[in-house]
């Protein structure tokens, strides 16, 4: 009884700071003894299986989403497998064809896969890098749970994260979500890690992890802009941490300061390329592809913005209804929430890592994007009822996952001794919880799922008809085309993208703008876009030869050149 009670009473402690060192100095030094009770850091031996099963859920989500034609449904799953594949197959390679407001570092990922043609139609070369990040996501949040819970419960919150149905498919698709929340999970366990050795006073330890802190911020900053508010607030954790332990500080000094110039290093280098390439290093905030020029493209005639719009508490309404829905089947994302609240309430009081808080970064910065940054997000279960940007609420699920278990932790020990058939109960109950909620939101189609059902369904078709097209031309034309808004009809075509003059190559697209007939064997215009507006202006030289058009989209004329013998390049 004694053993059991003094077990106990070590578990209750180590939420404060030196019981998280001492958990660290223990795993470093190799003490590394099960005890099912204790909270401490992960051995590799605890998530060598998580990650196996991760492992699992990956492959069988691949097959169900490949066998039913979903890796595509996506316009952004597209486009990025397009700005991807034209590094390389382009007039013009090089790094000018990442282009000025995605970031770039899931284009580079791709890039390997995207060149195998067949891997580039069917979606497969954005599926394998989103399939290893959702691996190694699972293995953090696992990590990540075991410094403040113990490890039923860290399984457990492991467990609602990666058997998320929304998650899952994303991770088979060529979106940024499942690369940003490895980063933002696998940051923030860095960052717990290396303040706790800072704490303990383990100057080799917090060199390693600012070293790794470095790395994983300059990968966050290339990968959504999210990465860059995550990248500032770390440093200042990390800054804090020091500061207070000037000792460490001192034997750190040399590595602090490759840590911070690798945090700045990553802004700077973008805002140097979009200076570079596109002569103004605000472009992607201002240029005629970002954020706003979008809004103001998509904005109804009367003018109205997006509800949520200079509106803080409505963006807070949309953001978090939206990670509810996201997360949970029908609506017991209200109980979810409630959960995860309490839990970082619990984490506040308790001062339970606070590190760990990173996790909720994405709420103030897309409460401050729906309100002030062009960003709206629609869903059913909100005013207008449709479904847009509902995958944005994603990155709210690791920090749901994690904080709903401190509170069911909580609860556990309340009852341990009063109810201990409850407490013997509630893992598996828990467990059974999370299965049903899976297959709940599988039965009633998750949401992020549904909005790429939705959204698809008027611009594949166009696509595919636009494809059969192009497939008919003879090998080798040359095509002048707009590739922004539909690139998915060459990629399903399988026609290399240097056999298109395209605005990824300025000049010769500007060139090509001004006399069509002259400088491709055949013109694609579609209404609204460049080529359309140029073929208007000077149509001399083309002979129109088809008008493609289908419900829900523009229409397509295609044009075959009089006077061009323009082959396409070798």
Known sequence: MNMRASKSSRASRLGKPAASAFAARAADSGAVKFDPDEVRPATRQETFPVALGAVLLSFIALLLSYSRGYLLLYGDAVAHLGIARRILDSRNPGLVQLGGVWLPLPHLLMLPFVQKVEWWQNGLAGAWPSLIC????????????????????????????????????????AMTEPLFLMLLIWTTLLTVECVAAIRGSRPSTVSRRLFLLGIFIVASVFTRYDGWILGAVVWCVVTFSLARKREVWRKVASIFVVFTLLVIAGPVSWLAYNQHFFHDPLDFLRGPYSAAA??????????????????????????????????????????????????????????????????????????????????????????????????????????????????????????????????????PVVLLLIALNTVGMMYRTPLVLKEALVNSTTRVAFETALARQLGEFPYGSTILMYNSDHIGALQDAGIPLRQTVNEGDYDSFQAALAAPAEHAGYVVAVAGDPVAAAVAMHPQGLTELTILCTSGQPCARIYKSDRSSVASPK
């Open 134 to 173: 959702y691996i190694a996501s699972v293995a953090g949040i696992y990590r990540l749970a075991r410094w403040l819970m113990v490890p039923r419960w860290a399984l457990a919150a492991t467990a609602l994260y990666a058997l998320n149905p929304n998650l899952l498919y994303l991770s088979t698709t």
């Open 294 to 427: 979008i809004e103001k493209k998509t904005m109804p005639p009367n003018g109205h913005h997006h509800r949520g719009w200079h509106n803080p508490a409505w963006a807070l309404l949309f953001y978090t209804r939206t990670a509810q829905v996201d997360a949970a089947f029908w609506e017991t994302g209200f109980l979810l929430m409630a959960g995860a609240v309490g839990g970082l309430i619990l984490a506040l009081r308790r001062r339970l890592a606070l590190s760990s808080l990173l996790l909720w970064m994405p709420l103030p910065f897309y409460i401050y994007s729906v309100a002030y940054g062009s960003v709206p997000i629609f869903i059913p279960q909100l005013w207008p009822h449709s479904y847009y940007n509902s995958r944005y609420g994603m990155e709210l699920l690791p920090a749901l996952a994690v904080f709903t278990f401190v509170a069911v932790q909580w609860m556990e020990r309340r009852w341990s001794e009063t109810q201990p058939l409850a407490k013997r109960l509630m893992q």
